[in-house]
């Protein structure tokens, strides 16, 4: 079936992925994927849907999906984290509860939940090994873009996420005012979507952990260390943000390393340690959720099965700390990422967001010794 979009949808497009290494940011020690993305982890595929429309309209719709089959029948470990739990994050009781991921994860404003879980369980009961299905556990998560969006016009529609999850893709990632993040505001500058990948060393298994965020949220902003948002004096409690640190910030990690729910949950916890890195401080009225997931396919959980036991590869508990920091780095870096890449936004009732001046925090970044010569 081939879902056709309103006339008037546009799709704008952002920067790719690397965007602060590209300026001489180099967050971490451990190495980036190819991407520097979470495509980086293989099978994983992101697509977006991005809706501008007149002048008040400014939404969309990100999809993750996990691998190339069939997600439903088969399932991968997973789990969730919720570090302020100020938000809906759909679906997240019964991965919590059976440690596993049954659809691919959108993520949307906060008043377009049903419509992309809608949208999941359509995706799902539509494929062919599943005709007999008769419960979905659709995931999605969200943010709330309504100062620069008509929130409550609730513009992303079922065929819209359907078009994100057909045309996800594996390799470089789209990242700023794309889908989900069209209409995001972070530190008081324009959010968006970031993503990032980081490497174990061969020594450890030699994992990939990715991960993807929609940034919608607010504290004192750091990159690398450096007080950007002090140093700009645009920072929560301070002058016209004094107010202002509540948002929501999704984070989705991937990783191709075997671990089970309850490790994948040690790993969610760690990505927002790198959330608390670039200075958000998970306020009152903050949703700020991680899922994680492993694509690693000996540890995949079948729809059926004719035998009642499984036996799985893990990885011991001791052995886990290269991951931990892969996580911690990768999710920084993507928060950072969203910044450079998004772009002033103009919207709803005339408010504008104005983008990270790039010049002014490259300077501060050299400044404070932090920044790599390119040339």
């Not at 001791?318 to 991951?323: F, G, N, T, V």
């Amino acid at each position: 079936m081939k879902y056709l979009l309103p006339l008037l949808l546009l799709f704008y497009f952002s920067s790719l992925s690397a965007q602060t290494r590209e300026k001489g940011i180099e967050i971490g020690i451990l190495p980036t994927g190819k991407y520097n993305a979470i495509t980086d982890v293989g099978g994983v595929k992101v697509g977006h849907t991005t809706i501008i429309e007149a002048d008040s309209i400014r939404t969309g719709a990100t999809a993750i999906i996990p691998h190339d089959g069939n997600i439903f029948q088969d399932k991968v470990p997973a789990a969730i984290h919720v570090s302020n739990g100020f938000g809906k994050l759909a679906g997240s009781t019964q991965v919590k509860e059976l440690g596993n991921l049954e659809t691919p994860i959108v993520l949307t404003n906060t008043l377009n939940v049903a419509n992309a879980m809608n949208a999941l369980i359509t995706y799902t009961l539509e494929q062919e090994e599943n005709l007999s299905v008769r419960s979905v556990n659709a995931v999605v998560g969200e943010t709330n873009d309504g100062f620069l969006n008509d929130i409550r016009g609730r513009h992303v529609k079922e065929a819209h996420v359907l078009e994100a999850l057909k045309n996800a893709k594996s390799g470089e990632v789209v990242e700023g005012n794309v889908g989900a993040g069209t209409g995001t505001v972070c530190f008081g500058f324009k959010g968006g979507i970031g993503t990032s990948s980081r490497k174990t060393p061969k020594s450890t298994g030699g994992y990939t952990v990715g991960v993807l965020v929609q940034t919608n949220f607010g504290g004192v902003l750091q990159i690398d260390g450096v007080p950007v948002g002090v140093e700009l004096d645009q920072y929560y409690l301070k002058g016209k943000l004094k107010d202002d640190a509540d948002g929501s910030c999704m984070i989705v990690v991937a990783t191709d390393a075997p671990l089970d729910a309850r490790n994948l949950e040690r790993l969610a916890k760690r990505a927002a340690f790198g959330l608390a890195k670039t200075g958000g401080i998970a306020s009152n009225g903050s949703g700020d959720y991680v899922i994680a997931f492993s694509t690693a396919k000996e540890n995949r959980v079948p729809y059926s099965s004719e035998s009642s036991t499984t036996e799985n590869t893990l990885i011991l508990n001791d052995y886990l700390s290269p991951l931990f920091l892969g996580a911690i780095e990768a999710t920084e870096e993507a928060i950072i990422n969203s910044l450079f890449a998004a772009e002033t936004t103009k919207g709803r009732d005339g408010h504008e967001i104005k983008e990270l001046p790039e010049k002014e925090v490259l300077d501060l970044m050299k400044k404070y010794g932090k920044l790599k010569d390119k040339n």
